[in-house]
């Protein structure tokens, strides 16, 4: 495992970290941890974040076995400038249109993890919390696709896995902080 792999997926995430608390912190403050007692209300939100990086480094291990394959069979040059011109067209179309492009297998996906975590947020057992930190893994994010691109450059399984769970550790401190604190904001401050 490359240590250079470890700080830039760290780096990466602690830098997301104010993306996280912007887009997933309504999820964080809507775990229905309000009426257990305070350790069971700590483990509930410990098994949420770990659902997220457990996530994380599942995507890490899919993405640096892909990455793999391509630098074997020996297209990784030619990977990148397509993967490359694709999110540049990707960015040129949503700046003129103000719109995004998403197939609609995302958008069913979407749609169905949404659903998801819609029945975990009204179960209160341990394993529904860690069940929703992995679904909540699978939400559309940019910052999550740009971890993905990292994991896919690592052109090793072990080392994709390494990035992501990195990245996810690097987001654990503010998403943590806000899960366990973000109640005693008041509703503006949330907002």
């Known amino acids: 495992m490359n240590t250079a792999v470890l700080i830039a997926g760290l780096s990466l995430g602690a830098?997301?970290?104010?993306?996280?608390?912007?887009?997933?912190?309504?999820?964080?403050?809507?775990?229905?941890?309000?009426?257990?007692?305070?350790?069971k209300k700590q483990f509930a939100i410990m098994a949420y974040h770990i659902g997220r990086v457990l996530t994380?480094?599942?995507?890490?291990?899919?993405?640096?076995?892909?990455g793999r394959q391509v630098y074997i069979a020996g297209f990784q040059r030619w990977f990148s400038i397509v993967l490359g011109v694709l999110v540049l067209s990707l960015l040129v179309q949503y700046l003129n249109n103000k719109r995004r492009l998403q197939p609609s297998?995302?958008?069913?996906?979407?749609?169905?993890?949404?659903?998801?975590?819609?029945?975990l947020l009204k179960d209160s057992r341990p394993?529904?919390?860690?069940?929703?930190?992995?679904?909540?893994g699978l939400l559309p994010c940019g910052m999550v696709y740009l971890a993905i691109a990292g994991a896919l450059s690592t052109n090793q399984l072990i080392d994709?896995?390494?990035?992501?769970?990195?990245?996810?550790?690097?987001?654990?401190?503010?998403?943590?902080?806000?899960?366990?604190?973000?109640?005693?904001?008041?509703?503006?401050v949330r907002n």
């Not at 995302?106 to 749609?111: A, N, R």
């Not at 990035?163 to 509703?187: D, E, K, Y």
């Open 15 to 39: 830098i997301s970290s104010f993306h996280c608390v912007g887009m997933c912190g309504p999820i964080a403050f809507a775990l229905p941890v309000q009426h257990l007692a305070k350790g």
């Open 56 to 66: 994380y480094a599942s995507l890490g291990a899919i993405f640096g076995l892909l």
């Open 105 to 119: 297998v995302f958008s069913k996906l979407q749609i169905l993890v949404q659903q998801w975590m819609g029945q």
């Open 127 to 136: 394993a529904s919390f860690l069940l929703l930190g992995m679904a909540n």
């Open 160 to 188: 994709g896995i390494a990035f992501m769970t990195a990245f996810g550790l690097g987001t654990f401190p503010a998403m943590l902080t806000l899960s366990l604190f973000g109640f005693m904001a008041s509703i503006s």
